[in-house]
């Protein structure tokens, strides 16, 4: 895997220090500090002052917006080399136990892991994630890995947003590692899709079994599907679920990557299958490399988000607008009900303004 | 079948009249009649008058807007009785014989079937779909029947839209059976699966074969799996592939419908499996009227197209600006090479309206 996952070689790296050096500067509130004091902590691998910068990226407030803009705009040439890799997988899957077995696997090896979150509010009573770093208690302690809970509140597209600026902000502070989880029953599966390189679909033995309430589309998405909990007396059913999804990956369409994505089985509590695993997304990365995907994926992927942040500022504004909030509901009552056609509803709706 | 698709039974219908009663009027321009001519014409069952106010829905012209809303909403009342059913595949896959094949097998089962389709000039270089009617010479001369190529030009947005109210129209005019045809490759057959019932996908026997080019997710997303060309030494392969398909799909993440997909094989050529696939079209039809899916679907799709046509039409109006026409290639070139970020371009962009 070592190829793959180093793809810092030859780029020159800031100095390691103690990323917990500027504990003494815990205390300042996020907002408090200059643009330059943000990207030379980063830069230093500060993972307080990164963690401060998150926090900056995250506040509503106008001047913090600003000066975040200014932050990701400095830190955009020092970002960019890491691997990005999506985990998705519906509650009771065991996605905060692998997360942390193949998370330490990954800082053994000796490369720095960031792991982040999409999870909009809508979609948290649906099953909790990373809601407290307790739940990974050996990776939080890792001085190799950071741990930053979803941001909370707000819509999808705004924390889309800022999950991906602090994408951005990770890797200039020099991981090269990033998850990216997410509930997957909702609408931030494909948000999370868009901005990874690589897609990973957590599932459980038994047809069915692991992915009640997932969102369809999610499977034929995703580059490795990992049948966890193949421990114990759960072995057997593991290894026949992934040769059966084995064979039913091969009969999906072929992704435009050129990859075919495979089945693996793991343990999360036993530590089994995580090699496997990390050879399977150095495979993928070494071939979208070398065939043009991967840098052709990240363009790709930059212009989506540019144009979802346009489309979703339209949309909200209309959508906020007092005179629409009060007609939205019984207009789309109505359209409900069939007394009026959804394009005649629109129409009236767009003229309130 | 008779009694899922027969959704009229009860609802009393206008006269059956010569359908061709109005090639006398033939020669009128669309948009020269007024509201109540057509909707006269639509529910006398009139298919030239069908045609035309379908060619008014299509005008782009301010005064023909006007007036095709009117109609739309005028039939809306008449409107909702019937299958909606979608029908997707890419080019190769046998999709107009099947389209004729089946759709003759409707019409002989005492049914009106109207064909439509979804095909933004975008995606129509990637496989003319319905280009033209000889392609379906027995449909076309079929009383029953009623086709009608996709709107030309325009994005998917309007295009789209004219195909959802031409659905109306149809159902109007008393067609209880619509198929709704999309080439696959694109973002289409996501409009298509938003506007129908039941979501049909045309495949071919061999791994891969029938789906080079398709879309991910549209197999997540289908409710059946047709491998055509189950004829001649076909046959076995067709057969294979059935049960392979048939295993995978108890892979698949349950539907919300309740339904589980399935895989069938078909030959349009020689006419075998649509009475199998027309069962199936049933049963699900039945499983969801009953559960309460079908009622439930529809009133969504009723609010995701309200959704659709507003924010189509926000962002059309930003990017058709000239403002926006002249800086969006050179800051999109930015954001490719990772000069400038996404959000920041966003809101540069936004800035200049």
Redesign the interface.
């Known amino acids: 895997m070592d190829s793959a996952l180093k793809v810092n070689q030859g780029i020159p790296k800031p100095p390691e220090i103690n990323p917990r050096a500027s504990d003494i500067l815990k205390k300042k509130p996020a907002g408090s500090r200059e643009v330059s004091t943000y990207l030379e902590g980063i830069r230093n691998k500060d993972i307080s002052i990164l963690a401060q910068a998150i926090t900056l990226i995250e506040s509503t407030r106008e001047e913090d917006r600003e000066k975040a803009?200014e932050l990701?705009?400095a830190c955009?040439?020092f970002s960019?080399d890491s691997i990005r890799i999506g985990i998705t997988g519906v509650p009771g899957v065991g996605k905060s136990t692998f997360i942390e077995t193949f998370g330490k696997h990954i800082t053994d090896s000796g490369h720095r892991l960031a792991v982040l979150a999409i999870d909009p509010s809508s979609e948290r009573s649906k099953g909790s994630i990373l809601g407290d770093k307790t739940r990974m208690e050996t990776l939080a302690n890792d001085p190799h890995a950071f741990i930053r809970p979803s941001p909370s509140g707000g819509s999808l597209g705004g924390v889309a947003?800022k999950t991906?600026?602090a994408v951005?902000l990770c890797e200039a502070a020099g991981f090269d590692t990033i998850f990216i989880e997410t509930v997957g029953v909702g609408q931030s599966e494909t948000a999370v899709h868009s901005m990874t390189d690589f897609f990973l679909l957590l599932m459980l033995a038994g047809?069915?079994d692991g992915?009640?309430?997932?969102?369809?589309?999610?499977?034929?998405?995703s580059d490795l599907l990992v049948i966890n909990k193949a421990d114990g007396n759960n072995v057997e059913k593991a290894l026949q679920a992934k040769s059966?999804?084995q064979?039913?990956l091969?009969?999906?369409?072929?992704?435009p990557s050129g990859w075919i994505p495979t089945a693996l089985t793991a343990s999360s509590t036993e530590g089994t299958g995580m090699e496997k695993i990390l050879e399977s997304v150095t495979a993928y990365i070494n071939l979208t490399r070398k065939n043009g995907y991967f840098e052709e994926k990240r363009?790709q992927q930059?212009?989506?988000?540019?144009?979802e942040?346009?489309?979703n500022?339209?949309?909200s504004r209309?959508y906020d607008n007092p005179r629409i909030k009060k007609a939205l509901p019984k207009?789309?009552q109505k359209?409900?009900e069939?007394q009026?056609?959804?394009?005649?509803?629109?129409?009236e709706?767009?003229k309130l303004l």
């Open positions: 803009r990701v705009s955009l040439p960019g947003r991906r600026e951005l047809a069915g992915l009640q309430g997932i969102k369809r589309g999610i499977m034929e998405m059966l999804y064979g039913a091969h009969l999906f369409p072929p992704s363009a930059a212009i989506f988000w540019m144009r942040s346009i489309n500022h339209l949309i209309f207009m789309e359209v409900k069939g009026t056609d959804s394009f005649k509803a629109a129409s709706l767009l």
